[in-house]
């Protein structure tokens, strides 16, 4: 049924969320707001599940986990249609998001037991009677926030971290998208129907601070910095631990010995897929002067063939429409130059591909995160003029560096949680990789191991094994055992 309502924009009526398509209007979902009472009883029953999935140990979590896995896969054309329906990206790339997001899932399944499991930890010589023990235990409930941009992957990043570690989860999709994760959170329940250990609460803002206050154990959020702080402000209350990822301005580093026909193809796809609602995607580039004239050309030419409204799918959140025009505007209105699109691109609801040069450095097309198909190219003198220009942001989420000869030697320098080199995004594919930033990006990791123990509590254990050679903690110390011990410390750690 189509909606008569503003293409996009979440609508709340009698209790109800409905979410429609960006594009045509239409009715994609529609969910029951969870007010704070209900936050705090789904909160309640989901300590209550923890306890029965922990008890399932390792290996019974992997299982359960692969099933799911297992029924994404064979399902993935209908999630695909959901999100493009909600979110009114392609198919092509919902099943894309998908298919990294069931990376992500089967790794955390497989290798949670091999990262978290409890291990035996090598003594030191000082306290040679004592054997130390080390296991990584779950918060009990993680509550995970999710964005509009990546319903599928973005979540299942954490949700799948947080499961495999033996946490239940009580997930919040974004208002834009609650079907999506509505779905994610059904098919769970469809392989482990016994306790609600995967659930939902959806609504506004006023939901997510309701889970941040609601007793988890830890909050994993990802959207804007500006949500981020309430979400930290929320947490700080009861000091609930947080992850989280808010958005970046990534940059793309053109080396002159770099593949060009490459550099743009890849630089083309990390700033226009999703129509550039990414928040790894490349917003800047930043290339040296021999490459710069067929970079630009290589760029203008493969993102000119982009066909809007197929290739490039509709801007999912109506006001950042308003966000991109105002970046566009102002990049030409300090000199910028569009060699294409450019101040006619936005054309509700969507944007076509722009690609601007000249920009200063002070334009918010280079500052601020615009979120849309845009894609700023400087020239500069050499790859150290370029790392210092793209670090100089108050973001560090990811970028790219394409090159040859010093191309991993510059990634290394880049201010960022994450760079690929020779490739732009492929990062977020990788499961067994960290995914996370520094600066207005964000802290926290979520994917790889670093992603498993971010949702446990690393726990310390020491065990007597035998009587102290060398008594310090102890009342009963003697002056000559005090000796002794100054003598130890002088022979083991006092020579340079």
């Not at 989901?46 to 999935?53: D, I, Q, T, V």
């Not at 990262?115 to 004592?130: I, N």
């Not at 002159?256 to 796809?269: G, N």
């Not at 006619?344 to 040069?357: C, D, E, I, M, R």
Request: include cysteine.
């Amino acid at each position: 049924m189509t909606a008569t309502r503003v293409p996009g924009s979440p609508v709340v009526e009698d209790g109800v969320l409905i979410s429609t398509n960006p594009a045509s209007g239409a009715e994609a979902g529609r969910v029951p707001v969870s007010d704070a009472a209900a936050v705090g009883e789904t909160v309640h029953r989901a300590h209550e599940a923890a306890l029965w999935w922990q008890a399932l140990g390792y290996d019974g979590r992997r299982d359960r986990l692969l099933r799911w896995r297992s029924l994404i896969v064979r399902r993935i054309e209908e999630l695909a249609r959901l999100t493009s329906l909600e979110t009114g990206k392609p198919d092509a790339d919902a099943v894309v998001e998908a298919t990294a997001a069931v990376e992500h899932l089967d790794w955390a399944a497989r290798n949670a037991k091999r990262v978290l499991g409890p291990r035996k930890v090598r003594t030191r010589l000082l306290l040679a009677e004592h054997a130390g023990h080390l296991e990584y235990q779950p918060f009990g409930v993680v509550g995970v926030i999710g964005p509009w941009n990546y319903p599928i992957v973005t979540p299942v990043g954490p949700i799948s971290g947080a499961l495999a570690a033996g946490n239940a989860v009580v997930f919040k999709p974004s208002e834009y998208t609650p079907a999506v994760g509505q779905w994610l959170v059904d098919t769970f329940g469809e392989v482990v129907p016994e306790q609600p250990v995967l659930q939902a609460v959806h609504g506004l803002g006023d939901t997510g601070a309701a889970l941040c206050r609601a007793g988890v154990g830890k909050i994993a959020f990802t959207g804007s910095p500006a949500t981020a702080k309430k979400v930290l402000a929320a947490c700080a209350e009861n000091l609930v631990p947080t992850v989280i990822e808010a958005g970046g301005k990534d940059a793309l580093i053109v080396d002159a010995d770099a593949d060009i026909p490459a550099a743009a193809e890849a630089a083309v796809w990390g700033a226009m897929t999703n129509a550039g609602q990414t928040c790894i995607g490349i917003e800047r580039a930043y290339v040296v002067a021999p490459v710069y004239d067929a970079f630009v050309d290589a760029v203008v030419d493969k993102a000119g063939k982009l066909r809007t409204g197929e290739q490039i799918g509709p801007i999912t959140m109506p006001r950042q429409l308003d966000i991109i025009r105002e970046h566009i505007d102002d990049a030409l209105a300090r000199g910028g130059r569009a060699v294409l699109g450019g101040a006619g691109a936005v054309q509700p609801p969507y944007v076509s591909p722009t690609v601007l040069v000249d920009v200063p450095a002070e334009s918010s097309e280079i500052t601020d995160e615009t979120f849309g198909p845009t894609l700023t190219i400087t020239k500069v003198a050499d790859a150290d003029e370029a790392v210092a220009k793209a670090n100089d942001t108050a973001y560090g989420l990811g970028g790219a560096v394409f090159g040859k000869r010093n191309a991993l030697r510059i990634a290394r320098r880049l201010r960022s949680g994450m760079v690929a080199v020779n490739s732009t995004l492929t990062f977020v594919g990788m499961g067994n990789l960290p995914f996370g930033g520094v600066g207005e990006s964000g802290f926290g990791r979520i994917h790889g191991e670093d992603g498993l123990r971010e949702f446990t509590r690393a726990k310390a254990i020491t065990v007597r094994r035998g009587p102290s050679v060398l008594p310090a903690m102890t009342f009963e110390r003697t002056p000559a055992q005090v000796a002794a011990i100054v003598r130890t410390l002088r022979i083991l750690y006092g020579r340079k």
